[in-house]
């Protein structure tokens, strides 16, 4: 799905040198084709309720409306920390009974990010996530608009980043945070030069007699 997304966002941007507009629409169409293409494992994941991420995902909207607005708090609901101490929402929600959430065995415990963020910090905490990863993804597009091999990049990161957090702790991962420590690279000569531009003109508005004849 992801090299079928990097094909067609290749023709669009580098051969048909078309903007991607982010607003509603294009989520909602990218939503749509994303489903498409993973539609027996979304039946598979979350509509059996004995499965992990469909029981996280279940009680992570229960946790949220219980503890509403600011949820449980810390390493109480699909963190790493919330596994290792192990939470006392588990016991209640009855965890241990589900294959790969056991104390002994918890393979899913942590393989979970937008349930984790419900849980732990409730409706307030989740609208404050999606505000940062739109403002995220907003100026990672709005950086590398004028390079459209930068535009690619930011774009393809931007769809499987988002959409992986669906299904995985993916903004969780050591990976993920590699990956965006990478991304101002995308615009660092860019940024560079419109600096050494600004400060050229700051000079010459300065020391005019200075400028060569």
Partial sequence: MYVLGYVGLYYLI?????HIRFNWKTVLLAAAVLYIFSADQVDLYFNNPDNARARFLR???FTMERFFPFGAGFATYGTDAAVVYYSRLYNQYRFPLVWGLSPSYPIFAHDTYWPAIM??????GLVVMILILVCLCLDIIKKSKCDKYAYLAGMFIIITQVSSSIATATFFHFVTLGLFFLVPLLFEEKETTNESRENDETSNRLHPNLQPG
């Fill in 59 to 61: 009680f992570g909207f």
């Fill in 14 to 18: 580098v051969v048909k040198n078309y």
């Fill in 119 to 124: 849980g732990q910090f409730g409706a307030f």
